[in-house]
């Protein structure tokens, strides 16, 4: 698989807007909206993100923000009660 446009390769520094790309989680092939990050007490750090085209919430490890981790999936609706719709509707 060719690297992403914004992923770090021969000849492109993983630079966007300002920003410098460290990693790339591909959310379990899910795509991410209105994502945040939560810390907690003994300070590790998980980023949630609500699921386009998807019933649930992902949660990543990013603690260690160079390698994400996939921590778990959580399904919030029914897709059989909801066959028509996502967690974005």
Known sequence: ?????????PGNEGYIKNMEVIAHHDADNHYLFQ?????????KYY??????FGYGVEIIDVTDPV???????????DPEE????GSFL
């Open 47 to 52: 980023l949630y993100g609500g699921c386009f």
């Open 82 to 85: 909801y066959a028509d719709r």
């Open 35 to 43: 994502s945040q990050i939560y810390k907690t007490s003994d300070g």
């Open 1 to 9: 698989m060719a690297a992403k446009f914004y992923t770090k390769s």
């Open 67 to 77: 390698i994400p981790r996939h921590v778990q999936y959580m399904p919030v609706m």
